[in-house]
């Protein structure tokens, strides 16, 4: 069994501050990783996904994710965020093998001017 | 470019109807999925589908059906709408045989039960 871990639910950040949200997952088999964000009113899109390689994963808005396989986790940070970042984002996993996709709760980030 | 579409935004029902959410994805993908989506709960699965005529219940299959006919389009019946099935109804479509499973999402419908 596997499941996907977002402990916080909701993330209050002044604008250009740095933020992180965190993604915990417990699998015994290899997995891939992804992020989502959900901005007002719409559906999900992907942000940044991991699936091999480099542990260290971008995307095109300056978020990244790290892959930690010791302490399985797949943190998103931003170094600087901008109002438009305020977005629900979801953690999600699926395994080799597999046709699912796993999701967290999800993480609310407001961002305050 | 990818496209998921969902038949409304929006919808409003009472009580006992018959509902029909539909989901229409043009990228020829082998599997489709509908999910609901409500506070603190995330995103959980109610079907899924690999092929036409093909589906496999989520983890909250209850109170719901579904149907493939076409490859294209995925449709998800509320046979008796009550109002605890208040909620954001979101489709996703994804390839079979890719290793990684990423999905594409439609951009969603509330339906609000009376």
């Known amino acids: 069994a596997q499941s996907v871990t977002q402990l916080d639910s909701q993330v209050p950040v002044f604008e250009e501050a740095p933020v992180e949200l965190r993604c915990n997952y417990s699998?015994?088999?290899?997995?891939?990783l992804f992020w989502y964000v959900q901005y007002p009113n719409q559906g999900l899109q992907l942000l940044l996904k991991?699936?091999?390689?480099?542990?260290l994963v971008e995307s095109i808005n300056g978020f990244e994710a790290e892959f930690n396989k010791s302490q399985t986790s797949f943190h998103l940070r931003k170094p600087s965020v901008h109002i438009s970042d305020t977005a629900e984002y979801f953690c999600?996993?699926?395994?080799?093998?597999?046709?699912?996709?796993?999701f967290g709760t999800g993480t609310r980030l407001t961002v305050i001017p | 470019d990818v496209k998921v579409t969902q038949s409304s935004r929006y919808l409003v029902k009472r009580t006992g109807e018959k509902v029909f959410l539909e989901c229409v994805q043009d990228?020829?993908?082998?599997?489709m999925f509908w999910y609901r989506q409500d506070p603190g709960l995330g995103l959980r699965l109610i079907y899924f589908?690999?092929?036409?005529?093909?589906?496999e219940k989520g983890d909250i299959p209850e109170g719901y059906s579904v149907s493939r006919e076409k490859k294209e389009r995925f449709s998800l019946i509320l046979e008796s709408a009550s109002t605890n099935q208040t909620s954001m109804y979101l489709c996703?479509?994804?390839?079979?045989?890719?290793?990684?499973?990423?999905?594409?999402f439609g951009p969603g419908t509330r339906l609000t039960v009376l």
């Open positions: 996703a479509s994804s390839p079979s045989g890719r290793v990684d499973n990423e999905q594409f």
């Open positions: 699998s015994s088999v290899s997995v891939y």
């Open positions: 991991y699936l091999s390689g480099s542990t």
């Open positions: 999600a996993v699926s395994r080799t093998g597999a046709n699912n996709l796993f």
């Open positions: 990228m020829d993908h082998e599997n």
């Open positions: 589908s690999y092929d036409v005529k093909m589906k």
